[in-house]
């Protein structure tokens, strides 16, 4: 079956930067998109970044997160990565990996991963 295992949360100072992983397995990667969500205490869940499937290899960022962040993936690897960087506090937040076949843009995904504790300190 398919499983996402999100890895890299961590605490960290703002300003910092961190990459978080999503590695799939019990699927073919190359024809998956898939997107990364976060959820902080008392929020609602948010979209953070989606890349399309490879062909389509489209990437989508919230406005929050423009040229900070970048979605990106590693086919050989079956794994996904969010590289974040100039990290705020207000980027604290459970983040999410998700995937669905050939999705194109932020969704919607079936397959969910556990999610990663990211806490940005100022």
């Known amino acids: 079956q398919v499983q996402l295992v999100e890895s890299g949360g961590g605490l960290v100072q703002a300003g910092d930067s961190l990459r978080l992983s999503c590695a799939a397995s019990?699927?073919?990667?190359?024809?998956?998109?898939m997107g990364w969500f976060r959820q902080a205490p008392g929020k609602e869940r948010e979209f953070v970044a989606a890349?399309?499937?490879?062909?389509?290899?489209?990437?989508y960022y919230a406005d929050s997160v423009k040229g900070r962040f970048t979605v990106s993936r590693d086919t050989a690897k079956n794994t996904w990565y969010l590289q974040m960087n100039s990290l705020k506090p207000e980027d604290s937040a459970v983040y999410y990996c998700?995937?669905?076949?050939?999705?194109?843009?932020?969704?919607?995904?079936?397959?969910w991963g556990q999610g990663t504790q990211v806490t940005v300190s100022s």
């Open positions: 019990g699927l073919t990667f190359a024809v998956y998109g």
């Open positions: 998700a995937a669905d076949r050939f999705r194109t843009s932020r969704g919607p995904y079936n397959y």
């Open positions: 890349i399309g499937w490879t062909a389509s290899d489209t990437t």
